[in-house]
């Protein structure tokens, strides 16, 4: 939004005359250029209204079919022309078959291409072709206070839109399937029941997250996936059919050390992982890791619990190691492992 400014006022000396004249009606032409509230408000609709006729048409409601007996409905939309389109892990997670209701009202079947329960991502392809899309954005480029706009089929009421700004970048939540997602957008946009695998836009019709959460009894705070999460977990569905993730292969849990061990190896925190079982042939095992090992770090990082090493192994190349510093029988040690997907 533009910001306004009064034009400059000089000081006027007692013999001006008629300059004092002119200068009022410069004055007066200056402030009648200047937009008044209403011509910003019309701006502000008309960007909105811009974003809903470009993406409008590609945000789909995704419901079972009708003879499933819980017909649980969502929203998603369309990426691709051919038909592949995007919603929540949670709306068709164990379902190979669904319809997809465009905002024509015309009732297209789709099938289940993939899911991710750990972002709460699913790719879903229509029974059409030549289909209108929404573009996946950069959500890193987003700023706190940044117009956005949220489409879906909230309630099973068609095309529904709301507006807000982001309120807050960076969040963490936890996914049904309990690990953590990065990078979460908070917005103000109203969601409601039914908007879950919609769009959230920016003022340029590029969509910059998947709305997914809101906080029960609490006003304005809704919460999407980050479109450059979304872009990575479909490309992985396309090409994999799943979701492949880096690993150590091993079962662990958080655990505090004791105060003694700290002192006497200088460690710079009191916590790590405490490996509880190896997987046979996995990466762990063949770097020679063993129930009873305490990761205390892995790249130089500090290790308090399994979201930690998540994060370390998510930002790693696919084929390059990385270091452990591992206390086992009291002492310290380096162990190189090279994750396995």
């Given at each position: 939004?533009?910001?306004?400014?009064?034009?400059?006022?000089r000081?006027?000396a007692?013999?001006?005359?008629?300059q004092h004249?002119?200068q009022?009606?410069?004055?007066?032409?200056?402030?009648?250029?200047?937009?008044?509230?209403?011509?910003?408000?019309?701006?502000?609709?008309?960007?909105?209204?811009?974003?809903?006729?470009?993406?409008?048409?590609a945000?789909?409601?995704v419901?079972?079919?009708?003879e499933?007996?819980?017909?649980g409905l969502?929203?998603?939309?369309?990426?691709?022309?051919?038909?592949?389109?995007?919603t929540?892990?949670?709306?068709?997670?164990?379902?190979?078959?669904?319809?997809?209701?465009?905002?024509?009202?015309d009732?297209?079947?789709?099938t289940l291409?993939g899911?991710?329960?750990?972002?709460?991502?699913?790719?879903i392809?229509?029974?059409?072709?030549?289909?209108?899309?929404?573009?996946?954005?950069?959500?890193?480029?987003?700023?706190?206070?940044?117009?956005?706009i949220?489409?879906?089929?909230?309630l099973?009421?068609?095309?529904?839109v709301?507006?807000?700004?982001?309120?807050?970048?960076?969040?963490?939540?936890?996914?049904e399937?309990?690990r953590?997602?990065?990078s979460?957008?908070?917005h103000?946009?109203?969601?409601?029941?039914?908007?879950?695998g919609?769009?959230?836009?920016?003022?340029?019709?590029?969509?910059?997250?998947?709305n997914?959460?809101?906080?029960?009894?609490?006003?304005?705070?809704?919460?999407?996936?980050?479109?450059?999460?979304?872009?990575?977990?479909?490309?992985e569905l396309?090409?994999?059919?799943?979701?492949?993730?880096?690993?150590?292969?091993?079962?662990?849990?958080?655990?505090?050390?004791?105060?003694?061990?700290?002192?006497?190896l200088?460690?710079?925190?009191?916590?790590?992982?405490?490996?509880?079982?190896?997987?046979?042939?996995?990466?762990?095992a063949?770097a020679?890791l063993?129930?009873?090992d305490?990761?205390?770090?892995?790249?130089?990082?500090?290790?308090?619990?399994?979201?930690?090493?998540?994060r370390?192994?998510?930002?790693?190349?696919?084929?390059?190691?990385?270091?452990?510093?591992?206390?086992?029988d009291?002492?310290?040690?380096?162990?190189?492992?090279?994750?396995?997907?």
């Open positions: 939004m533009p910001t306004l400014r009064s034009p400059a006022v000081p006027i007692a013999d001006d005359g008629g004249a002119e009022h009606a410069d004055q007066a032409r200056a402030g009648a250029a200047l937009p008044t509230n209403a011509d910003l408000l019309d701006a502000y609709s008309q960007a909105v209204i811009g974003v809903v006729r470009g993406v409008g048409p945000v789909i409601s419901s079972a079919r009708p499933d007996r819980e017909r969502g929203s998603g939309f369309v990426i691709s022309a051919d038909g592949y389109a995007v929540n892990s949670h709306v068709a997670r164990g379902r190979q078959r669904l319809r997809a209701t465009t905002e024509d009202g009732a297209l079947e789709a291409v899911d991710d329960p750990a972002t709460d991502l699913a790719l392809r229509l029974a059409a072709r030549d289909l209108p899309v929404a573009e996946l954005g950069d959500s890193d480029t987003l700023q706190v206070g940044q117009l956005v949220a489409m879906g089929h909230p099973g009421f068609r095309s529904t709301s507006t807000g700004v982001v309120s807050a970048l960076g969040r963490a939540m936890r996914s399937h309990g953590l997602i990065e979460v957008v908070q103000t946009a109203p969601l409601n029941p039914g908007n879950s919609g769009p959230l836009v920016d003022s340029r019709g590029r969509v910059v997250g998947i997914t959460a809101i906080i029960a009894m609490a006003q304005g705070l809704g919460f999407a996936v980050p479109a450059t999460t979304a872009r990575w977990v479909v490309g396309l090409a994999h059919g799943r979701v492949r993730r880096l690993s150590l292969g091993i079962v662990a849990a958080a655990v505090d050390l004791p105060r003694k061990l700290v002192r006497e200088d460690l710079l925190s009191d916590q790590a992982v405490a490996v509880a079982e190896v997987v046979a042939g996995g990466a762990a063949r020679g063993a129930p009873g305490l990761i205390v770090t892995a790249a130089g990082r500090l290790i308090g619990g399994a979201d930690d090493l998540h370390v192994l998510a930002a790693l190349p696919a084929g390059q190691q990385v270091v452990l510093e591992v206390v086992r009291e002492r310290l040690r380096e162990m190189a492992v090279v994750p396995m997907m």
